[in-house]
């Protein structure tokens, strides 16, 4: 079975900070994301990653940034946090176009 | 505009009975995936639909894919309180360059005993 896993289930950040979420999956998939889930507006990409060091924006990109400097592992970077990057925030990997989505546990982050 | 849309939102039904959700989505895909969110959890898959006229079925419930009308469903058979959950559909796309997956905005599901 396929594993995703986020290194934090909750995280309080403070205005400002500078917040890392990170994300490894253990059946070398080539493909890798990153999602908000906010209540009434489902699932919407931020960014993707489809092989090592390449990342691509999603739909709301605004605020993040991505590494990848190896295959298992996909990180989320907010460089500056703000109270409206609160948000569950869900990693999720895929083998190929063909296949769906393996999800991580999720991480609740609250900036305060 | 890339957009998936499900509907609907909200649905509330009583043990035993038939309901389907339904899930438009505004470009051109042949694939289409169904996942289910228990609350407090993550994401798991349930269907994968990955041509026109493709239909799998997991117990109570069926999933069916019309790529020219742009329309999925996902159909309960005689619903029981365990399929209580958020279910959500999203579409492969590739609006340039490479896949990504493009989710609606879920439906949360309530069996009523």
């Known amino acids: 079975d396929v594993k995703v896993t986020q290194s934090s289930r909750y995280l309080v950040k403070r205005t400002g900070e500078k917040v890392f979420l990170e994300c490894v999956q253990d059946?070398?998939?080539?493909?890798m994301f990153w999602y908000r889930q906010d209540p009434g507006l489902g699932l919407r990409l931020i960014y993707f990653?489809?092989?090592?060091?390449?990342?691509e924006k999603g739909d709301i990109p605004e605020g993040y940034s991505v590494s990848r400097e190896k295959k298992e592992r996909f990180s989320l970077i907010l460089e500056s946090a703000s109270t409206n990057q609160t948000s569950m925030y869900l990693c999720?990997?895929?083998?190929?176009?063909?296949?769906?989505?393996?999800f991580g546990n999720g991480t609740r982050l609250t900036v305060t | 505009e890339l957009k998936v849309e499900q509907n609907p939102l909200f649905l509330s039904m009583q043990e035993g009975k038939n309901y389907t959700i339904y899930c438009n989505y505004s470009t051109t895909s042949d694939r289409l995936y169904w996942y289910r969110q228990d609350p407090g959890k993550s994401l798991e898959s349930l269907f994968v639909l990955l041509s026109n006229g493709a239909v799998k079925q997991e117990g109570r419930l069926m999933a069916s894919l019309d790529t020219k009308a742009r329309l999925s469903t996902l159909h309960i058979t005689a619903a029981v309180h365990d399929l209580s959950a958020t279910y959500f559909c999203a579409v492969d796309m590739k609006p340039s360059g490479t896949y990504k997956y493009i989710f609606g905005t879920g439906t949360r599901l309530k069996v009523l005993a």
């Open positions: 999720a990997s895929s083998r190929d176009s063909n296949s769906p989505l393996h």
């Open positions: 059946m070398d998939h080539e493909n």
């Open positions: 990653s489809y092989d090592v060091k390449m990342k």
